[in-house]
């Protein structure tokens, strides 16, 4: 018997329905990525694995930090929550959508767990006594769509092109038939190998090796009674010789100024002075340029300023940013304004309220050396303390 021709079309149509509802169903597989697929900036940092649930994506991210030469803690990992100034988030990349941060869980210090779910802004320092420092932790969102094969893990809004980021590019989403999805030893594997080469072992608490016991002493043997000393008669003792006259050393002449401009520098906490200017001149720029040079130096000052204005949350911070006399003035205030403005998103990475960071540029004027120098292309920090800070800075 034949069906008329709208019944047909129905049958059809709910038909289709069924079988594309299936789809997303089979796809919808829980699976482990042991040998992720991805590029990115620097070698202080890995995926050590994508795993896909049925209503989340997590990836397993470890990175290091390293402290001073001396051993001593310098910097600390800023963990930022949903919904936080700075948290990770996926960008599609065959797909224009970004996926938000879900949560972040186990976040582990040299395979020590110290935060099982980051719920606001976590800070936590490096090891003292320890030139390396592993960290690692787990980045849950939301289930990724089935047709999404490439995206971007960034660290952050507005960092896609920050190479200080931990940002990984181009990572390969993989289906739960893929042929190199690999296996748990592929993983511990490559984590073996990137703690390798930093000389540290964050999956196993190595225990100090026990002291050997002191062998016994021998008994001595018994000496023979030692035969009688003949005393000599003493000598007569010397006149005593005239001491000779020493004449004094001449004073060494002074060193020149290693301060030859006459304002205070940031070295360490106790520099800060509320009202008081001071020269960031360890966080310096390369020539015509917002780029940092030599950061190694510039993060301990960095640090410096983020303890300062944790310990008074009531504080705020004026940046005030400079360029050299050379050149035309309206490119160099640009320029130190660009720098200032870059500075502020610097401090506002390490944990500060950008609300507590205000900026002021000033190009090529007042110059520290009027003939031209590098210490011309300055930052200055001048802390603004309310009645409270005061307070606390005049007690200490």
Known sequence: MNLPNYIMKYVLLI???????????????????????YRKWQDSYILDKIEYTKSST???FRFVCENGSDGIATVSAIFYPPGGDHPWYIKGRNIRKDYNL????????NGVLMKSNVT???????LDGRKH??????????????????????????????????NCFNIKLKTWDDPDLGEDKDSDSNIAEFEKKYNVNSRKNIAPKPKPKPKPKPKPKPKPDPKPIVKPEPEPEPKP????????????????????????????????????????DN?????????????????????LIFLYMREHPNSTLVLHGYSDVFGNKERNLELSKARVIKLQRWLGMYGIGLNRINYEYHGSADPVLPEGDPINRRVEIEVVCDGRDNVEVESK
């Open 102 to 109: 879900k949560a972040i869980r186990n976040v582990r210090r």
């Open 120 to 126: 606001s802004t976590y800070s936590l320092p490096a």
């Open 241 to 280: 010789k005239p001491e000779p006259i020493v004449k004094p050393e001449p004073k060494p002449e002074p060193k020149p100024d290693e301060n030859p401009y006459k304002i205070k520098r940031l070295h360490r906490l106790s520099d800060i002075v509320c009202g008081e200017r001071l020269v960031l």
């Open 15 to 37: 038909s289709t329905l069924f079988l594309l509802a299936a789809i997303p169903l089979q796809a919808q597989q829980t699976h482990t990525d042991h040998k992720p697929s």
């Open 58 to 60: 997590i990836c397993h």
């Open 283 to 303: 966080v310096q720029f390369h020539d015509n340029s917002t780029k940092f040079k030599g950061m190694v130096k510039g993060k301990k000052t960095l640090n």
């Open 133 to 166: 420092t592993v960290f690692s932790c787990e980045v849950h969102f939301e289930r990724f769509d089935n047709d999404l094969t490439s995206a971007d893990l960034i660290e952050g809004k507005g960092q896609e092109y920050n190479r200080q980021h931990f």
